[in-house]
């Protein structure tokens, strides 16, 4: 039962350097979701997607893109990282946008950027 | 839009005691409520909802929630905490009025068990 699932836990990566953090999960979920969190700030909302062929901008999308690549996957990429961007990185996903159940999250992406 | 208040950034209690950790969202309008746990180096676990119906919530690991609609406010609740409830705690909030509103957290509070 593995619910959601990210890859991978920890990542340091130089200015400028690019990658992409994997996202799944085995729930038949319809929505995704990606937040960062840093200290002090809780929890922000980076880019969501609804429904499969779907995504959506966030509380704080600047700097990344997100790609929903079937029912199950949503990655997230820095194309162009910088230290601002050095965070911890949660997905989450709910049955659907309604989220009455509320969402179940990943245990994480730690990113360094130096 | 949403919002949510969590009044203490840290609290810390001796083992045995009781702990209330507060939680005001912005609108008195229907909305669903959430506390969620995360402990260190792990990801966000559901501790308790309130959707609708009965205003005390029980949760996991004997935590509680009043929900009360005129002062807005969930406030998290366990009678006597242990070592083990070391952890932070996010409210997030919920309207019911829009088809497509998203979750929207606190900025959390650490609650620190001492022996």
């Known amino acids: 039962n593995a619910g959601v699932t990210q890859t991978p836990k920890f990542q340091v990566l130089k200015t400028g350097q690019s990658m992409t953090l994997q996202c799944a999960q085995d729930?038949?979920?319809?929505?995704m979701y990606w937040y960062r969190q840093d200290p002090g700030m809780g929890l922000r909302l980076i880019y969501y997607?609804?429904?499969?062929?779907?995504?959506d901008k966030g509380e704080v999308p600047n700097g990344y893109n997100v790609s929903r690549l079937n029912k199950r996957e949503f990655s997230l990429r820095l194309e162009s990282a910088a230290p601002s961007q050095t965070s911890v990185y949660f997905c989450?996903?709910?049955?659907?946008?309604?989220?009455?159940?509320?969402?179940?999250f990943g245990s994480g992406t730690r990113l360094t950027v130096v | 839009a949403q919002s949510v208040t969590q009044l203490d950034s840290q609290v810390p209690v001796f083992e045995e005691a009781p702990v209330e950790l507060r939680c005001n969202y912005s609108?008195?309008?229907?909305?669903?409520l959430f506390w969620y746990v995360q402990y260190p180096n792990q990801g966000l676990q559901l501790l308790l909802k309130?959707?609708?119906?009965?205003?005390l919530v029980k949760g996991i690991n004997g935590f509680e929630a009043e929900f009360n609609k005129s002062q807005t406010s969930f406030h998290l609740r366990k009678p006597s905490v242990h070592i083990s409830d070391t952890a932070e705690y996010f409210c997030?909030?919920?309207?019911?009025?829009?088809?497509?509103?998203?979750?929207?957290f606190g900025k959390g509070t650490k609650l620190t068990v001492n022996p």
């Open positions: 989450a996903s709910s049955e659907n946008i309604a989220a009455v159940y509320g969402y179940t």
């Open positions: 309130y959707l609708s119906g009965s205003t």
């Open positions: 997030a909030v919920r309207g019911t009025q829009g088809g497509s509103e998203k979750l929207v």
């Open positions: 729930m038949n979920h319809n929505s």
């Open positions: 609108s008195s309008v229907s909305v669903y």
């Open positions: 997607s609804a429904s499969e062929g779907t995504t």
